[in-house]
């Protein structure tokens, strides 16, 4: 009864009517936002409880999700620069890159950022489709990378080619590098746009540990997948495959991780969506494998305001079938 009680609380306080005054989002805009310095803020307040007496989804608390302030901007002669920086934990930098744009179509960009590894992974977490990514994006790689990277479009197809020190943010690297490349093409129409796209990746480094997953990589560890977008009027897709391969340090033993998610979602108005992602996610000589099921409602309340709820049901293939349900309370400028 408890449990029922707080999240009838929960839903109530993310499903009132927000209002703000529009016109505040258009003066902040006015003073913080140009080509030449542009200021971005977002914060989240997340609610995770659990229908089941685990720790799946976090068990039941309040959290902070991101809590980012960043600084970005394209200066004389067509230099441009990105600092982000996040607060939740302790003040720590999330991008740090400078580069140049020799035109609309094409630059080159060097620093810390996103290795262009996973389309779940490309979007920033204030406007992704759920409050979590697919699994799959925290058990095959590191959310940054330090390195260089030229990305650009020509008519419909885009481009981006990477290579990195292949370690997340650690500033070292014992001299292998981690490659990357994706290739996506648009097919748009009068009302709807399609788009298909490929990723592959080789990460050299030695001894790199992967992702989240808890396992290492002895090095010349390859990734490569594909995925699909859609978007219409009224509604708008996803799939992502994904599958890394490498060998740990236990003798004659090679590890295959295999990802990939499906989302499919309806724009109920203009403010308002749902939809529901299907992610499997599967571990081969771990012998671990589980379908994770999310249901969300995303709304816009004002241009700065906006409001997540999800219900999940992780699947395991051994073991008891796992309910919870998230919150997300964001403002994001």
Known sequence: MKKIVITGLFLLIFTTGLRAQEPAADRMRDHLKSEEFSVGMLLQSIGNFSFTDDDFNGGNLFDIGATRLSFQGTVDNNFIYKMQIDFRRSVSIMDAQVGYAFSDNFRIITGAFKPFLSIDLDPNPGITDFINRARHVGAMMNSREIGITALGESGNLNYRVGMYNGNGLNRTNDGGFLYTARLGYLFPSDN?????????????????????????????????????????????????FLQTQFDTPQPNTEETITGFFATLGTHLSDKTDLLARWDHLEYDELDRKSELLTFGLNHQATQLVSFQVNLLTLIPEAGDTQVGLSGNFQFQF
């Open 192 to 240: 709807s746009d399609f788009e298909i796209g490929l990723n592959t990746a080789v990460n050299q480094t030695e001894m790199e540990r992967v992702g989240n997953s808890g396992l290492i990589s002895t090095g010349d560890r390859i990734l490569y997948g594909f995925f699909t977008q859609y978007d219409s009027e009224s509604l708008f897709g996803t799939f992502e």
